[in-house]
Nanobody, 126 residues
C-alpha cells in the first residue's frame, strides 16, 4: 500500500535550518505531484510548497518563499524540504502529500491530495 514516511523534524532556534525528507513507496512516485503542508497549533492545515513530476516547476506559499526549497529525487522516491532562516511562526506539524499518480494539476489545495504522511513536528524557538 501507499506509504509516505517523513523524517528530519525537531527543535531549532530562530534563524536556523532543518531539512525534512519524505520516503515514498507503494505507488509510482515519479508520476505524482508532491507537496508539503503544515498545521500549527490551533490553525488549519496550510499549503507550504508543491513540485511537479519532473521537479521542473515549483510553487511556494508567500510566507516561505525565498527561505524554503522543495526538491525530489525520482530515482530514490524521495521528497525533501530544505528550510532556512526559520522563524517561530514556522512551528507546526509538517506533512508530505501526494496527488493521485498521473494527475497533472499542480495543486496548492490540501483536499486535492490523495495520500498523506504521518506528520513531523518542527519547533522553532525564539
Amino acid at each position: 500500500q501507499v506509504q509516505l514516511v517523513e523524517s528530519g523534524g525537531g527543535l531549532v532556534q530562530a534563524g536556523g535550518s532543518l531539512r525534512l525528507s519524505c520516503a515514498a513507496s507503494g505507488y509510482t512516485f515519479s508520476n505524482s505531484v508532491m507537496g508539503w503542508f503544515r498545521q500549527g497549533p490551533g490553525n488549519k492545515r496550510e499549503f507550504v510548497a508543491v513540485i511537479s513530476w519532473s521537479g521542473g516547476r515549483t510553487i511556494y506559499a508567500d510566507s516561505v518563499k525565498g527561505r524554503f526549497t522543495i526538491s525530489r529525487d525520482n530515482g530514490k522516491n524521495m521528497l525533501s524540504l530544505q528550510m532556512n532562516t526559520l522563524k517561530p511562526e514556522d512551528t507546526a506539524v509538517y506533512y508530505c502529500a501526494a496527488e493521485t499518480p498521473g494527475r497533472l494539476v499542480i495543486s496548492t489545495r490540501a483536499n486535492e491530495y490523495a495520500y498523506w504522511g504521518q506528520g513531523n513536528q518542527v519547533t522553532v524557538s525564539s
